[in-house]
């Protein structure tokens, strides 16, 4: 073993102190996911302060799946995007993206958290889509699209540039590549953000309720938008309200209610016959 490898494993050492609480729930002995499985949650608990925000979420998603997260509001379904995008550190159980564990590094039978650089390097590979657009108001379209390629993965400016204009092209965008965000209505700029977020080539996209956000004329835009990324076989993990575009694209849904899944299965399942009191009580509501 080199000299590097012995000072990475000395800064891995000082870590691991840090992560005995959730390495005490990991079964080591476990293979991880697959590499069907592109999310594999599992028992994975969220502790803020003594509430439990998500209980002990089990969930998979296969590469080319769309699964469709529902439920009332506060039922943790953005905390969980924000674990598999490495943005909220899960207080107990196990998550996989891609076949590694979320925030860690497997070496023999012991955990390892990872440094800010690696976490960082894993999240652009996931492609995240926001109720609200965070565009970067000081670039233009076509700037906030090329921005990650070439800032992030340090890509070659002349093909990031071609990507991004066939990306805005795709999202009916490619007429306002040289226009800031504060000149787009709210449904181009999601738009820009769903161009933007496939441009660093995701593995995985997370929308968290994309149109909820917009005016009822804009919504059926993004929706085909996203249609057309399933039908290519993107995976994709949704929250969404829109339970005819649910029914339509998910291979499964989930319903979540107080930190837990509730329910899950297709959509003819969950959303025509569902098992639960609950699952009835909240569609008859947002249908
Ligand atoms: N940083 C935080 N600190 C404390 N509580 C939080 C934090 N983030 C979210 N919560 C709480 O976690 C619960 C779930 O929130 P969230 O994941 O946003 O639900 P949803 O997206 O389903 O509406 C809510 O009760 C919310 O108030
Ligand atoms: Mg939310």
Redesign the pocket.
Known sequence: MTDAADVADAADAADAADVADVAATIDLTKPAAGPAEIVRAEKVKVR??R?D?LCGIDLTVRAGEVCCLI?P????????LRCVNHLQRISAGRLWVSGELVGYRQRGERLYELKESEVARRRAGIGMVFQRFNLFPHLTVLGNVVEAPIRVRRERKAEVRERAMDLLGRVGMASFADAYPGRLSGGQQQRVAIARALAMRPELMLFDEPTSALDPELVGDILDIMRGLAADGMTMLV?THEIGFARDVADQIVF?DG?AVVEHGPPAAVLDDPSHERTRSFLSKVR
């Open positions: 803020f302060g509430t925000v439920g509001s506060g039922s943790g379904k953005t905390t969980f929250v979540m930190g």
